[in-house]
């Protein structure tokens, strides 16, 4: 669909090469780290979206390329922003606060497209209900090492797939990357 060099993915994620990789779409990988730390006074959304660009920017600075993808995902439960984390105590933590109940899936992606200075942006919210969860399921997932590089402590698509119950929205969005919609800001941009 397009060549190695157009699209540049600025993220180490091998989730969202998945998703991009499903929809034969062809791209190349240059992961941007950023400072993932939360403003004051910072709405979810403009979290996501903040850092969905930054991520991207920092690629078109040090990468070649044309479109250049970022992306972040939060779980966002009783005002809690869930990224990543700390260690197995906090993920603990996490998969305690979401048993049993919904929250809301967040991803943030930005599309710079380096030759018309363009940045289209935009941020997908998928609502996920968890099962409630016993003492060993979260002590046995967490054992996994799974959790630990995971928004929220869990993974839709490996082993915290039974966890789920119920979702309202984009599976894919779930996992790391609203597939869907990124698919149509690429069309829209003609990076595709």
Sequence with gaps: MSSDSDIVLASASPRR???????DISF??????????ALLDEEPIEHVLRLAEGK??????????????GADSIVLCDDEIMGKPFDSDDAARMLRKLSGRIHQVITGFS???KRSATVVSRAITTEVRFKPLTDHEISSYVSTGCPMDKAGAYAIQGGAAYMVERIDGSYTNVVGLPLCEVVEVLRLMKAL
């Design 56 to 69: 991207a920017r920092k690629a078109s600075s040090i990468a070649d390329g044309r479109f250049f993808i």
């Design 28 to 37: 190349k990988v240059v992961p941007a780290d950023i400072d993932e730390s």
């Design 17 to 23: 090469s998945e998703l991009l990789e499903s929809a």
């Design 111 to 113: 599309i710079i497209d």
